[in-house]
């Protein structure tokens, strides 16, 4: 398969595939990338322990209900999740056995369609991610291209065409089996605790299929927007498009308006604008950041979900020692550093004053003592050098060392 990604194949289709998808050893590898990602179980109340007990059992029998034609998917649990801002997303949540099978596919497809993905697409791709499409982001406003189309495409997941899609899939892929395990997983029925229905477009967000079917159903736009020159940067269904004159802005706006009419989609009207990101209040916000008046800034988005889960960790429960509660604060500090930590420097000050405010609530109420730990005395009796003498991680201290570095 991968002399024949170099070389091509005739017609530049694929025409025998199930077999390699239902092949042991793929399914096995398919099985081990669903429990690594864990989640939860879908209508069959089989989570990823239960799975894993008879695996074999499992798999040998997924084997051979795709290689007879006997293998149909299960209805998708769907939930509502919180967003943060008081609104929800759709989360479908596929069995675990259908999970195997839809990664077993992918495996399988993957390669074709990526060979093909442009520069510009960085989310949900073998070797690249968000810090890729970040540099990118960076890369063109140092180069002047400071005029921004920012866009949000309302309800995107839910809201492919199946035609369109599969038709897309169909220009590679001749296998009817493959097709039409595809097209099962597309309409498969949807379950809530109050209704069940079919759906006729969309792909279950929460779907091991769902971000490569995003991708190809986005590629064709990829194409649109190098054919007439602009610099977009995307990262599955979040994109922004660089440019160095408002025309060349609103010309690019113009042609994704289009093509999101050719093809079924619709920009929300609250969410997309053009702006020259060096003016103040004109900024955008991309991948957790916002990129606002030459500075580099964590969005709010991003620092309230960084606040919470500080929050979270730092509640005043009794027996709850001081080392405990740094011992589970420093892998979250650390893990959102690594993503953050090119942000303005004036944001870790103000994190790590919060994450020790918090501390020294916990220590006044072990303590037997009323406040929030936001007094002038309270950082007196204990001073940042305490916390840091515990192992506390110290998201300025970090940024200072990496600064050096450089």
Known sequence: ????LENGVQGGKWYSLLDKVYR??????A???VR???GAAGVDRIGIKRFESHAQRHLEELHSDLKTGRYQPQPVRRLEIPKGDGKTRPLGIPTVKDRVVQAAVKSVIEPIFDKEFLSMSHGFRPGRGC???LREVDHGLKAGYHWVVDTDIQGYFDNISHQQLMHRIEERISDGRVLGLIEEFLTQEILTEAKCWTPTQGTPQGAVLSPLLANIYLHSLDQKMREEGHQMVRYADDFVILCQTRAQAERALQTVRDWMEQNG???HPDKTHIGNCLEQGQGFEFLGYRFEAGRRLVRRKSMNKL???IRERTRRRPGKSLKRIIAELNPVLRGWYGYFKHASRWTFPTVDAFVRRRLRGILLKQNKRKGTGNGKSHAYRWPNAFFAERGLFT???????ASQSR
Do not use: G, Q, S
């Open 395 to 401: 998201l300025k201290e970090a940024h200072a060392l």
């Open 36 to 38: 690594r990602n864990k």
């Open 307 to 309: 606040r919470e889960a």
């Open 265 to 267: 989609l619709t920009l």
């Open 1 to 4: 398969m991968l002399a024949a």
């Open 24 to 29: 042991p050893e793929v399914l096995t590898a």
């Open 131 to 133: 810090k890729d499409a």
């Open 31 to 33: 099985w081990r990338r």
